[in-house]
Nanobody, 121 residues
Framework: VQLQASGGGLVQAGDSLRLSCVVSGQTFSTYAVGWFRQAPGKEREFVSTISRSGENTLYADSVKGRFTISRDNAKRTAYLQMNSLKPEDTAVYYC???????????????WGQGTQVTVSS
């Protein structure tokens, strides 16, 4: 199983970005998907996760109401829509797959390479 994250970039505060995570293999629908981020000098932190069916989601308090996670099992792709971006959202964003959905990185078996999100003030 391989994960490919994309969609990062340099934006201004208040702008939006949508991250995508394409998962190889035929078993995507059996995995929960999580998004995590790591800012320079900081530990990796949980951002959001979505269940295998997409019916259940969780968000970190810092992004609740601004970020939306979703998935399209037919396309083997998960998304993270990020609105009202803030400078403190600047980080490398990683997608991960595993099961079941969890806020803990250790619960995920597979990780993508990360995509950089930079928000200028």
């Amino acid at each position: 199983v391989q994960l490919q994250a994309s969609g990062g970039g340099l934006v201004q505060a208040g702008d939006s970005l949508r991250l995508s995570c394409v998962v190889s293999g035929q078993t995507f629908s059996t995995y929960a998907v999580g998004w995590f981020r790591q800012a320079p000098g900081k530990e990796r932190e949980f951002v959001s996760t979505i269940s295998r069916s997409g019916e259940n989601t969780l968000y970190a308090d810092s992004v609740k109401g601004r970020f939306t996670i979703s998935r399209d099992n037919a396309k083997r792709t998960a998304y993270l829509q990020m609105n009202s971006l803030k400078p403190e959202d600047t980080a490398v964003y990683y997608c991960a797959a595993g099961g079941p959905m969890s806020v803990l990185g250790a619960a995920y078996d597979y990780w993508g390479q990360g995509t950089q999100v930079t928000v200028s003030s």
